[in-house]
């Protein structure tokens, strides 16, 4: 029988955002901005979502462009977990 990925783990969505806090423990803020074309008037709008993701042994720091992946809640606000870091910060 040959592997595929569950359905779950397919289904699970990814994000790339900049870290912009790290003062919890085990825990980053990840601040994801995206740009989307209004349907009516046809500008680009940006848009910004802050998630908390779970970052086991505080590898990052804040300006690093990481990629979070969706899991299963881990605490009341942290639905998200680090996946890589793309990118450090200066």
């Not at 900049?18 to 989307?36: A, F, N, P």
């Not at 008037?41 to 462009?65: M, P, T, W």
Request: hydrophobic content about 35%.
């Amino acid at each position: 029988m040959s592997e595929q990925l569950t359905p779950k783990a397919s289904m699970a969505r990814e994000l790339t955002g900049k870290v912009v806090s790290t003062k919890m423990k085990d825990t980053i803020t990840v601040l994801v901005e995206s740009r989307i074309q209004h349907p009516k008037y046809g500008k680009f709008i940006k848009r910004s979502l802050k998630v908390h993701a779970h970052d086991v042994g505080n590898q990052c720091r804040e300006g690093d462009l990481v990629i979070v992946r969706e899991s299963k809640p881990l605490s009341k606000t942290k639905r998200w977990v680090l996946i890589e870091i793309r990118e450090r910060a200066a």
